[in-house]
């Protein structure tokens, strides 16, 4: 087949891992760079009260895209089973009950999103001064949650078959439109927060459109009008898997908005520093995710194909990989961290040293603790590749209450510092749960009575 789908049940685990993971790195990377170029050409082209006017935004934006990829996620786990065991026809009538359910969220959070943004705005005291740029920033990028979502299911799909190349193709694509379009959008035509949000979008589109032809090409996920026909039981099942992973990236969102609340109190300087370390936190990240999207396909297909010593070879082989590549990106940061922060701020000197003191302090505590965000994503993946969303979601609550606790409670008595540490506070409480529950599950796997109904 000319097809890039990859079978992971076959071969050596930590070379299929590093496989699929790297060009998934590098498309992450890319993706994270257009992200870091919104705020480096919004924060030199406009200034600092622009910069802190997409800080406001993020959490926002995180909690409503964070619920909608949630799904996704979910419905990639029964892709990737499915394909483990060859069963081509189940396949395509799950992925088209996955398109079926996507339309319908797509619609439900456009309306939603675009209602709430304000009220949302003003329940976080968001500053006057950035007050206005926020909303426009958020109002902008929800009407995308069509494409958003049309974007990450069809990427989904690629993942799950094992091809992780196309995904990577499609965002190269989309950071190379969204930088001209930024460049030309905000310093051409001073569109400023506007700009940068609409550059976004047509990006999004474009990767959206490119990953689309691509699982056309792929010829057992070629549908007939049967496979359309409306399934309740394929819908309920892919509900149940989606709505936990959906449910959990709530959970973390809505911790998140409690950081933004108390963040937004400290003034626009603070959130501006807060912003230009968010910006870095995706390349913090990359390898993490990348790890942890190998893993949940690596293992749903090796459970679907009934492999399970494979499942626990390449969970060690994976830990040692992303607990070492963390380390590696962490003292990279903390070397090079200020130079990168500079390239964000602008403005009174006064102010940006300040801005500049506030994310480097940040940045500093999350490279200290980056091993833990990726043993937390290794862990999780793997429970998700087990068809687990349940205990997942378990961990974004725990998330959840580390942040409430430290930025509601331990500020009071530590002061701004909880606020630097609530992260990673939240990061150590999820790692330890989904570390338990992993090795519980994994015991589980060597009696194959316990696969009998993993996965229909």
């Known amino acids: 087949m000319g097809e890039r789908v990859k079978d ?15 060009p998934l ?8 760079f257009y992200t870091m170029v919104d705020a480096i050409v919004v924060g030199q082209g406009v200034g600092v009260e622009a910069l802190a006017a997409l800080g406001a935004a993020d959490w926002p934006n995180w909690l409503v895209t964070g619920l909608v990829i949630g799904f996704t996620q979910g419905f990639s786990i029964r892709i990737s089973q499915r394909f483990g065991a060859e069963d081509y026809q189940g396949l395509r009538k799950t992925a088209a009950m996955s398109v079926l359910l996507t339309a319908a969220i797509a619609v439900v959070f456009t309306i939603l999103s675009l209602s709430l943004s304000r009220p949302v705005l003003l329940l976080l005291d968001t500053p006057a001064n950035v007050f206005d740029n926020a909303l426009l920033y958020l109002r902008i990028i929800f009407a995308g949650i069509p494409i958003i979502l049309g974007y990450n299911v069809l990427s989904a799909f690629l993942r799950a078959l094992g091809d992780s ?10 950071a190379c439109i969204n930088i001209t379009l930024d460049l030309l959008f905000v310093m051409g035509f001073h569109w400023g927060v506007a700009g940068a949000a609409i550059a976004t979008v047509f990006a999004q589109f474009c990767s959206c459109v490119f990953c689309f032809f691509a699982v056309r090409r792929i010829s057992f996920f070629r549908m007939s009008r049967s496979d359309w026909r409306l399934d309740w ?11 936990p992973t959906a449910f959990q990236n709530g959970v973390i969102g809505v911790g998140g908005l409690a950081v933004q609340y108390v963040i937004n109190g400290y003034g626009f300087l603070f959130v501006a520093g807060f912003t230009a370390t968010n910006k870095l936190y995706g390349l913090l990240e990359i390898a993490a995710s990348s790890f942890g999207y190998s893993m949940t396909t690596y293992v749903g297909q090796n459970l679907g194909a009934k492999q399970t010593d494979r499942i626990r070879k390449g969970m060690r082989v994976g830990l040692l990989m992303a607990v070492g590549t963390a380390a590696a990106i962490g003292i990279f940061m903390l070397i090079f961290g200020k130079f ?10 006064s102010e940006t040293e300040q801005v500049l ?4 302090h940040y940045l500093s505590i999350m490279c200290v603790l980056l091993p833990v965000l990726y043993l937390l994503w290794m862990y999780r993946s793997a429970l998700m590749g087990m068809g687990d969303t349940v205990v997942p979601m378990l961990s974004g609550m725990v998330e959840l209450a580390m942040r409430m606790f430290m930025v ?16 990673c506070a939240a990061w150590t409480g999820a790692a330890i749960l989904l570390a338990i529950v992993y090795y519980w599950r994994a015991r589980r796997l060597g009696n194959p009575t316990n696969l009998s109904g993993t996965f229909r």
Do not use: C, H
């Open 233 to 243: 039981r394929n819908i309920w099942d892919l509900i149940k898997l989606g709505s």
């Open 340 to 349: 990168v922060l500079r390239l964000f701020i602008s403005g009174d000197p």
């Open 25 to 32: 790195m590098l498309g992450n990377m890319f993706q994270q």
């Open 165 to 174: 190349r196309t995904p990577l193709v499609a965002m190269i694509i989309a």
């Open 408 to 423: 509601l409670i331990m500020s009071r008595i530590w002061g701004v510092n909880a606020v630097y540490w609530a992260e």
């Open 357 to 360: 003191e506030i994310a480097y």
């Open 8 to 22: 992971m049940t076959k071969g050596r685990p930590a070379g299929l891992i590093v496989g699929f993971a790297l």
